[in-house]
T-cell receptor, first 111, second 114 residues
Framework: QQQVKQSPQSLIVQKGGISIINCAYE??????FPWYQQFPGKGPALLIA?????SEKKEGRFTISFNKSAKQFSLHIMDSQPGDSATYFC??????????FGGGTRLMVKP | ETGVTQTPRHLVMGMTNKKSLKCEQH?????MYWYKQSAKKPLELMFV???????ENNSVPSRFSPECPNSSHLFLHLHTLQPEDSALYLC?????????????FGSGTRLTVV
């Protein structure tokens, strides 16, 4: 019940395209859904997060879409750039407890 | 810098050595974590300390020994490691009672066991 399943494991997108990464969860008590971005040689850094009271949150080129009934959420990167090439992790937690991370997606944006 | 500092950044050790990894945060967080990151398991939780007490130990071999002397410092003591322990070791901190629930990660220690 604590699992967060992330797909795809790897993704190649052309510059200017849309990158889409999906996550699914089972625990309906989860109330916080962040995405982390990790560049080589660095630790993951918080990119954007959403709570279940909204269906979408946008920050610049990054958008989280949240479907509470389907227990799914996704990250969309619009106008993807080579500098977006990184590993992305989704995560979920409930009531301030520990985060449960997805398995990660390695994104490569080709020039 | 993220506010979570890990030292050393790189470590090469023999299987008979004893070494320690250090993590320090001054963000006022009350929980600290050790993660192991490898190609096989992207983010593998090892230990959790909340208010300086260990609350989770995910079946980690005894050759890894954590220590949390206060809410700002976390150590991972290593002894008689195996080559398969080579990985990136990440420290993170958070405030478990605060609204944003976010983790702040350090840059990690790249460990190579020879």
């Amino acid at each position: 019940q604590q699992q967060v399943k992330q797909s795809p494991q790897s993704l190649i997108v052309q510059k200017g395209g849309i990158s889409i990464i999906n996550c699914a969860y089972e625990n309906t008590a989860f109330d916080y859904f962040p995405w982390y971005q990790q560049f080589p040689g660095k630790g993951p850094a918080l990119l954007i997060a959403i709570r279940p009271d909204v269906s979408e949150k946008k920050e610049g080129r990054f958008t989280i879409s949240f479907n509470k009934s389907a227990k799914q959420f996704s990250l969309h990167i619009m106008d993807s750039q080579p500098g977006d090439s990184a590993t992305y992790f989704c995560a979920a937690s409930n009531s301030g407890n520990m985060l449960t991370f997805g398995g990660g997606t390695r994104l490569m944006v080709k020039p | 810098e993220t506010g979570v500092t890990q030292t050393p950044r790189h470590l090469v050790m023999g299987m008979t050595n004893k070494k320690s990894l250090k993590c320090e945060q001054h963000l006022g967080h009350n929980a600290m974590y050790w993660y192991k990151q490898s190609a096989k398991k992207p983010l593998e939780l090892m230990f959790v300390y909340s208010l300086e007490e260990r609350v989770e130990n995910n079946s980690v071999p005894s050759r890894f020994s954590p220590e949390c002397p206060n809410s700002s410092h976390l150590f991972l003591h290593l002894h008689t490691l195996q080559p398969e322990d080579s990985a990136l070791y990440l420290c993170a901190s958070s405030h478990l009672d605060r609204g944003n629930y976010g983790y702040t990660f350090g840059s990690g220690t790249r460990l190579t066991v020879v």
